[in-house]
């Protein structure tokens, strides 16, 4: 099936930044249909594989799909430079200004507002962070996330560490494992895999939620497809 591909601007009015982004979609999409936001990881923009591999994929099931670059990365760097490290911050709260562009400027277009959240690595922390308390997002599937950025390479303020980490923003309740669906691979040499026990606890997740692949490392390599068949079997109860 062949995949369309349209370009968007997201602004960020307070900042005066446009976040750049791309709209996937095929004739599987009907006129009005969930949406999923596709979220990058680190150093990754819209244009790496693994985010047009789902992207793609997502949208011949019949979704509309949505990826950005975040503030310091892919082309919306061209704005703001390439310290991406010095917004992160607010690379994690831009989730909240994404979701709102779809609702104000795509209403025409998604089905009784229903948005997922989709992303690997830091796009995973930025859906259990500001993602996870965006009531808006009905459905999270966050992959390999990182539960607490203390133990990152590059040490960030406390303050910082509390603005982006998931062990902050996460609260245990049974609805959880009707909304969280994650994954990680013991073999990640990225996050190291505790980070999936961890955010299993702390959400409550049941085993069937919090999906544990022997190999397959950060990129899911063997996994990929079923994966995606978990996803999509995920997203039937939104």
């Not at 430079?81 to 690379?91: D, E, H, R, S, V």
């Not at 922390?125 to 203390?150: M, N, Q, V, W």
């Not at 994650?182 to 997740?205: M, R, S």
Request: hydrophobic share 35%; aromatic share 14%.
């Amino acid at each position: 099936m062949k995949i369309e591909v349209i370009n968007a601007d997201i602004p960020i009015k307070s900042d005066n930044v446009i976040l750049k982004a791309s709209i996937y979609y095929s004739k599987n999409v009907p006129l009005k249909a969930p949406w999923i936001v596709n979220c990058p990881g680190l150093p990754e923009d819209r244009n790496s594989f693994f985010v047009k591999f789902y992207s793609e994929k997502f949208a011949n099931a019949g979704y509309y799909v949505l990826s950005y670059d975040y503030r310091g990365m892919g082309e919306t760097s061209k704005q703001t430079g390439k310290n991406w490290l010095k917004f992160l911050p607010k690379t994690f709260s831009d989730i909240h200004e994404v979701i709102s562009w779809i609702l104000e400027n795509r209403s025409n277009k998604i089905l009784d507002n229903k948005i997922v959240l989709f992303g690997r690595s830091l796009g995973g922390a930025i859906i259990l962070t500001h993602g996870f308390i965006d009531e808006r997002a009905k459905k999270l599937i966050p992959l390999c996330a990182r539960y607490d950025y203390s133990t990152f390479k590059a040490k960030f303020p406390k303050e910082t560490v509390k603005d982006i980490s998931p062990k902050y923003f996460l609260k245990k309740d049974p609805f959880n494992n009707e909304r969280v669906l994650t994954a990680h691979c013991k073999d990640d040499k990225q996050i190291p895999f505790e980070n999936i026990l961890y955010i299993k606890e702390h959400l409550g997740l049941n085993d069937e939620n919090a999906l544990i692949y022997e190999t397959g490392g950060h990129s899911f390599k063997e996994h990929r497809e079923e994966l995606f068949d978990k996803s999509i079997e995920f997203l039937k109860k939104l």
